[in-house]
């Protein structure tokens, strides 16, 4: 490109008042489908005013956006907690690191043969997610709910195999937690993260007969390549990200099923 040409289109730029939208970067950020990309929709005008462009990536599972990031197909995500991603770096290798809270999601148990958790039979079907963080979490939540005894000391990550009792017999059936919300027709209960119970057009609020309490450890995070989490656009992502506006749609929009993290 000329100089001339570069003058002219900075020239025009300033005539119409749009310089910062003229030269705005562009981030791509992966999510997953319901909340998680709904927010980022009213995170995008705050940030463009500030200059950034944000893309919005969806993913339909909670492997490919770390993996994604990690690769440089993505600038960022915003899909998980920290706990699942401390499971991945660890797992993975991967060179990626918070560097903001986001949301909490209370994790819910639902059924569509019982009202109640006191009604839960002997012998029970309880579909879980197959990820060792999600899984534990729900793993905790049955049990503060005296359904199961976990073993001492497994911390925020147990497994099946740290049960160490079992009172009633249930059976825990591990699934892709997308597919958990169709599970719901073959199980007595089902443990739904709030993004994918919301886009199966569950209330996390109304329709959850057990729900984590609101303080949780599992708020979610934006995500970054550690080498990458200086740079300036992160800054400005994160302070769009936390904003009244921000704050107000989610009461709005979820009423209490997506709460602030900040």
Known sequence: MSLKTILAAAALALATGGAGAAFAETVKIGVTPGPHAEILEQVKPIAQ?????????????????????????????????????????????????????????????????I??????????????????????????????AGLIRLADGVGLKPSVADIAENPKKLEIVELDAAQLPRSLDDTDISAINTNYAVEAGLDPAKDAILREAADSPYVNIIAVQTARKDEPWVKTLVESYHTDAVKQFLADRFKGAVIAGW
Not at 75 to 89: G, K, T
Not at 118 to 141: M, Q, Y
């Open 115 to 144: 009202k109640a958790i006191g009604e839960l039979r002997d012998g029970a079907t309880v579909g879980i997610p197959n990820d060792p963080t999600n899984g534990g979490r729900v793993l905790l939540l049955l049990q503060s």
């Open 49 to 113: 005013a500030k200059g950034l462009d944000i893309e919005i990536v969806e993913f339909s599972d909670y492997v490919v956006p770390n993996a994604a990031l990690d690769s440089g197909e993505l600038d960022a995500n915003s899909f998980q907690h920290e706990p699942y991603l401390v499971n991945e770096i660890d797992k993975r290798g991967y060179k990626i690191s918070k560097v903001a809270n986001t949301v909490t999601f209370p994790i819910g148990i639902y059924s569509k043969k």
